[in-house]
T-cell receptor, first 114, second 110 residues
Framework: GAGVSQSPSNKVTEKGKDVELRCDPI?????LYWYRQSLGQGLEFLIY????????KSGLPSDRFSAERTGGSVSTLTIQRTQQEDSAVYLC????????????FGQGTRLTVV | GQQLNQSPQSMFIQEGEDVSMNCTSS?????WLWYKQDPGEGPVLLIA?????ELTSNGRLTAQFGITRKDSFLNISASIPSDVGIYFC??????????FGTGTRLKVLA
C-alpha cells in the first residue's frame, strides 16, 4: 500500500480480555517496528522485525505481550489479559533497512482498557 | 526505555516567528530523523540527516546533524498556525533501533 496501515483505529476492551492489533507495512519494506505511546509521552520501543524474524523483542513490557509477522508483511501485536496500564496508542512503523533507514509510521491504534 | 533529551518541552510562539528546538544524547547516532505528530495521528517524517555536520532544508524547515553526532537541531522559519503539534527527534542506534526524544510541543498563536 501507499502507507503504513493499522487497524483498528480505536479499541476499547475490558480488563482481562485479549486484544490483537494489526499492522500492514509499506509494500517491500523488510523492517517493521512496534512502538507504544502513553498519553503525552514519547515513543517507547517494543519490538523490531526483520522479515518474519524478531531479532529484538527487548521492549515488550511483559510476557502478556507478543507479536508475529507473516509473509514478510502483516504483523499482529497481541496483548493477553489486558490491564489498565496497557492503555496507550500503539504505533507501527516500517522501513527499508538499507538505504535511507527512514521509518514511516501508521496512524496508530488507540487502546483503552476499562 | 532509553530516550533522547529534547528542549524545550513546550513553547508558545506568535505566528510569523522562527522556532528552534534541539535534541541531545549521551550516545552517538548514525542517523537523525525529525518527525511531527498531530493529535490522533502517527508521526510524520519531516527531515532525515545522515552525516555529521549535515544541514538539510525542507521548505521552512532546516535541520542539522551535530558534529559530535550526539545532537541535532530543527528550525522552523516564519511559523504558521498549522505548525502546531509535537515534534520528535529520533536517533538511529546501530542498523535498526530508533530511539525517540521526549518531544517538543509547539503552539502557534495567530
Amino acid at each position: 500500500g501507499a502507507g503504513v496501515s493499522q487497524s483498528p483505529s480505536n479499541k476499547v476492551t475490558e480488563k482481562g480480555k485479549d486484544v490483537e492489533l494489526r499492522c500492514d507495512p509499506i509494500s517491500g519494506h523488510t523492517a517493521l517496528y512496534w512502538y507504544r505511546q502513553s498519553l503525552g509521552q514519547g515513543l517507547e520501543f517494543l519490538i523490531y522485525f526483520q522479515g518474519n524474524s524478531a531479532p529484538d523483542k527487548s521492549g515488550l513490557p511483559s510476557d502478556r505481550f507478543s507479536a508475529e509477522r507473516t509473509g514478510g508483511s502483516v504483523s499482529t501485536l497481541t496483548i493477553q489479559r489486558t490491564q489498565q496500564e496497557d492503555s496507550a496508542v500503539y504505533l507501527c512503523a516500517s522501513s527499508d533497512v538499507w538505504p535511507g533507514n527512514e521509518a514511516f509510521f501508521g496512524q496508530g491504534t488507540r487502546l483503552t482498557v476499562v | 526505555g532509553q530516550q533522547l533529551n529534547q528542549s524545550p518541552q513546550s513553547m508558545f510562539i506568535q505566528e510569523g516567528e522562527d522556532v528552534s528546538m534541539n535534541c541531545t544524547s549521551s550516545s552517538i547516532f548514525n542517523t537523525w530523523l525529525w518527525y511531527k505528530q498531530d493529535p490522533g495521528e502517527g508521526p510524520v517524517l519531516l527531515i532525515a540527516l545522515y552525516k555529521a555536520g549535515e544541514l538539510t532544508s525542507n521548505g521552512r524547515l532546516t535541520a542539522q546533524f551535530g558534529i559530535t553526532r550526539k545532537d541535532s537541531f530543527l528550525n522552523i522559519s516564519a511559523s504558521i498556525p498549522s505548525d502546531v503539534g509535537i515534534y520528535f527527534c529520533a536517533g538511529l542506534s546501530g542498523t535498526y533501533k530508533y530511539i525517540f526524544g521526549t518531544g517538543t510541543r509547539l503552539k502557534v498563536l495567530a
